[in-house]
Structures are given as C-alpha cells and as structure tokens.
C-alpha cells in the first residue's frame, strides 16, 4: 500500500510540473509575442508568399498617421500621385509629391514618395538631381541608420556605378526594415541583375504579399524573371493574372506580346506593341519588338538561334507546296499551305491561296475573314493627294477660325477640360469662360470651336434641364488626313491620347471592340468618383477621334462600351 501511495505522489508531482511547465512556456510566447520583435502574417496573395507566413517588421516606419491628420484634398492629391508612380507616369507622379512637399517640409510619406518617384526617373536634370540629394539627406537625417537610410544609401552608390556596394546596402536595408515593400524590391531587382534568381523570387513573392499585390513592378520583375528563366508557362499564368489587375501595364504587355510570337501569333503580338506605343510612344522597347517582329526566339537552355518567320514554317511549305500544285482541286490543303504562309508573315501568298480558296467555293468557312487578315496586316497606303491639297484643307480651316471669336486655350483646358465643377450654373461656366468663344447650338448647349494646327477642335458644353453643367463633348478632326487606317493607331488618336495622359494620368486602354454594323471601337478610360472620361476613335476614321466627359452620377448604370458610341457620336 505504502509503495502505491507513494508511486501516485510522484506521478501527481510529476503531472504539476508538466503543467507548470506549460503555463509557463505559453506565457513566455505571449510575452515574447507582445514585447519582442513586430511581425506582419501575410494573407494568400496570388503570387505572393504562402498564407499565413510571417514577415518581421523591422524598423520600417508607419506613415498612415501622417495620412489621417491631412486635409482630404492632399490625402486624394498623395493618393493620385502614388497610383500615377505604380503605373509608370513619373513626371506626373513627381510634380504632385513635390507641390504636397512644398506645402508640407516634414510630411515625410509625401517625401518618400518624391525621391523613389526621381530613383525610378531616367535622365534626371541637374535640378532634380539636387532635389534627389536634398530629400535623401532630410530622410536620412530623420531616420538614421534605420532601414531606410541604407536604402537611400544603396540607391544613391547604384547611381554613381558601385552596383556592388549598392547589393550589399540593400541586404542590410531588408534585413532591418524586412516590412518595407520598396526595400525588398529593389533587393530583389539587384539579386536579378546579379543572376541570383532563387533569391530574387523569393524577395519579389515578398513585396507582392507585404503590398498586397499594390506594386506592379513586383509583377513585372516576376514575369521577367520567369521569362529570362524559360519558365514561360509560369510567366504566361502571371502576365495573364498582373494585366487583368494593371492593364496598361507597358513591360507587361510587352513581355505578353513576346509570348505570343513564341506561338507564331505575330498579329496579336504586333496589335499589343502598336497599343503600347498608343500610350506611350516614347517607350523605345515596344518600338524595337515591333521593328524585329517574328525575329525573336524563347530564352532558356537550348535557345539562341534567331529564327525569322519564315525560316519556322519553311518546313511546312516545303511539304505542303508540291501536295498544293499535285491537288490544286483540295480545298483544305490549299488553306493549310495559306496558314503557313501567314505564319511566315509572306501575305501575298497566304492571300493568293485564299483567293483561289474562294473562287472554287465562294461558301468556304471563314475564307473571307481569311482574305481580310492578309490585308489588314499590311501598312496603310499612303494617300497621293497629301500635299497641296492637305495643305489647303489646314490652311481653309485656319482662315475660318481667325475670321471667327477669338479663342485662347492653354493645355490645360484643351480636350474640354474646363475648370468647373460639374453642377456649376451657366453663369458661374462663363464667368470663367467667354461667352464671346461660344455659340448656342441647342437649348442648354453651347458649343465652340478653334484651330491649332494641325487640328481642328469643337467642344461641346451641356447643360441639364435644370441648367446645370453636366458634361462636355469633343471632336478633333485633321482635315490632312486621308489615309485608309487599318489596324494601327493613327497619329491623332496617339498624340491626343498622350496629351490627355498627360492631363488626366494613365487611363484604361480596352483594344479593338467590334459593336457591330462595321462600326469598331478603339478607346482609352479614365474614371474616378465623381469623372468619366473616354477617348475614342472608329477604325477607318483615321482623320476623327472623339471624346465625352461626364459627371459619373448622370450616366445610367451597367454601360458597356458599345453603349457609349451613342453619346460620342451626339454632337
């Protein structure tokens, strides 16, 4: 009995210690949980870091109480300038965080976002090159040797040519600010230069989680990363992903349309470079892929021999060629030889074979939209009579306008921009525009026009029924202009997409959308609360591109983009 009381007692005791244990091991975790390091748990971000991994926080300050002590005009100016940063308009994005920053020397999130906008800024001037110094020696000095600084520093020495010096400041900046989404990228964008791709992926699936997916350049790097790698399922999957979130993503619809002349889609390829170049026709990238079209051959092991077009089917026709002339009466075979020959990017065949397709069967399936892709992919032919007779058509159109009211527009209120609130009275609309400038063309609407070579503008100003201003009208027509469009973005509709860019920031580009009755649309968006805005040309109008600019809450609901042919073509 003794021996079995005595075994219970040690058994009891050993059972409290364990328990002791315990409480005691769970109240180390809570204290170290709350005292020790800052911690982020990521969520399932799609191309990010597994759910539920742990980022520590580092020294990686909170700017967002600076944000709530703002006025709401420079919280929505801080917030535009960011959204034009991600999406690639610098200039744009610096001038708004270096007026933020003017009025407010110590708001340092609006600092922060200047200098990484003039980091990101190619072919700095003189002047911002003495802001840039400037900015990083006030960051600096604010927070000395945090994270931050070392990635100031990092940047600077990669400016001045010491990539090396640059790599190792920014392992230190991740390692102390391990919650700051730039110091990560620009760390993983260093380790791609140096070829260390395992480490970059690992730091770019970082910044896309600790961002939650806010910074597309972790996508762009991402995608290149898988590309350089010939990974290009992977890269497919994740360009496909990134533009339905960022659609006018430049390096992404450029890696896209490499992937698609991988495939031998040179036409798609060549419509997304052509789109490129709508937005940005400076961006010299989309210029060289479309001038080296069908030339490009998939990176990775095993690759390196440039192939054109027409070396990748030459083994098609050889054998389909004399199967053709042995079987001129087999349908089928003649437009597999065609297909080939539109591969090869040699449209002159590819039609003849089509052609002969459609004087033996008229009802062939698709033979006419296979003889139309054979010419729409040709260069617009140039007008013959695009001399003195354009030059008299611009020259009528001026003398017209001088005869007309005077007329005075500086950039910013071209394309209709004028500087009234949408609700504005008449009164208060030609308070701040001469009425002199307008004639009434309807009642409640007024409309003027003005010629600035080589353009011809109208603007059309409505009214409601209650006589407030609701929105505005614009046609710009090249009188010069004869050209046949096919397919390519004409010069007008590229410059006034670029000036309202300019305006209005990067918009939403939604390609070729056939509405139906040979009526085609190519347009440019722009939407934020209380704005709509669109841009718009009719393919074969190359001389016409039209705009609208509404108030969005007097626009119905559920419009698509078709709908809105009926408003653009109004006046």
Not at 160 to 175: D, F, P, V, W
Not at 347 to 375: G, L, V
Not at 493 to 515: V, W
Request: aromatic share 10%; charged share 20%.
């Amino acid at each position: 009995m003794a021996n079995s009381s005595l075994a219970a007692r040690k058994a009891a005791y050993l059972f409290l210690v364990l328990c002791c244990g315990a409480l005691l091991t769970f109240a180390g975790f809570k204290v170290y949980d709350y005292y020790g390091p800052s911690k982020i748990v990521v969520g399932g971000i799609p191309y990010g870091l597994p759910a539920g991994s742990i980022v520590l926080r580092g020294d990686a300050p909170d700017f967002s109480d600076e944000m709530s002590k703002l006025p709401v005009q420079t919280q929505t100016e801080l917030r535009r300038a960011m959204e034009l940063y991600r999406s690639g308009a610098l200039v744009s994005a610096f001038e708004i965080f270096d007026g933020v920053v003017v009025l407010y020397p110590d708001l340092y999130q609006a600092v922060w976002g200047e200098v990484n906008t003039l980091f990101e800024m190619p072919n700095l001037s003189d002047s911002q090159r003495d802001r840039l110094t400037l900015l990083v020696g006030k960051l600096q000095g604010r927070f000395p040797g945090s994270g931050i600084s070392a990635y100031l520093e990092s940047r600077t020495l990669f400016l001045s040519g010491n990539e090396t010096a640059a790599l190792e400041l920014a392992k230190a900046a991740a390692e102390k600010s391990s919650a700051l989404p730039e110091a990560r990228l620009w760390l993983g964008e260093l380790l791609m230069r140096n070829g260390r791709g395992v480490q970059a992926e690992n730091e770019l699936k970082t910044v896309v989680s600790l961002s939650g997916g806010g910074m597309p350049k972790a996508y762009e790097l991402l995608a290149e990363l898988y590309h350089q790698n010939g990974q290009l399922d992977s890269c497919s999957a994740l360009v496909e992903y990134s533009l339905a979130q960022y659609p006018v993503d430049a390096k992404l619809l450029l890696l896209q349309g490499y992937l698609h002349e991988y495939q031998g889609r040179f036409d798609a390829a060549e419509k997304l470079y052509q789109r490129i170049l709508a937005f940005d026709p400076d961006f010299a990238p989309a210029r060289e892929a479309a001038a080296t079209l069908g030339e490009k051959s998939p990176p990775g092991p095993g690759t390196g021999v440039v192939l054109s077009p027409q070396d990748r089917v030459q083994t098609a026709c050889d054998i389909l060629e004399p199967l053709v002339e042995k079987y001129p009466e087999n349908l089928p075979l003649r437009e597999a030889l065609g297909r080939a020959y539109m591969k090869g990017r040699l449209f002159d065949r590819a039609r003849m074979q089509f052609q002969e397709i459609q004087k033996s069967d008229p009802e062939y399936p698709e033979i006419q939209q296979r003889i139309q892709e054979t010419n729409i992919t040709r260069p617009a032919p140039i007008a013959k009579n695009d001399g003195l007779a354009a030059n008299l058509n611009r020259a009528l159109d001026s003398l017209r306008e001088s005869a007309g009211p005077s007329s005075s527009h500086d950039f910013t209120t071209m394309l209709g921009h004028y500087v009234v609130r949408y609700g504005a009275t008449p009164r208060e609309f030609f308070k701040k525009y001469s009425i002199g400038n307008f004639r009434p063309v309807a009642n409640n609407v007024w409309q003027e026009s003005f010629y600035i070579a080589p353009y011809m503008h109208t603007y059309t100003v409505v009214f409601d029924s209650l006589n407030h201003f609701r929105e505005v009208h614009v046609v710009v027509y090249d009188s010069a202009s004869t050209t046949n469009h096919l397919g390519i973005a004409p010069e007008i509709f590229t410059r006034l997409l670029k000036q309202n860019s300019r305006i209005s920031g990067i918009g939403n580009s939604t390609g070729e959308t056939d509405c139906g009755d040979g009526l085609v649309l190519d347009a440019a968006v722009w939407e934020t609360q209380d704005n709509f805005e669109m841009l718009a040309r009719v393919v074969g109008k190359p001389a016409e591109v039209r705009m609208i600019r509404f108030d969005k809450s007097a626009l119905p609901p559920g419009l698509k983009l078709c709908d809105y042919s009926k408003y653009l073509n109004q006046y």
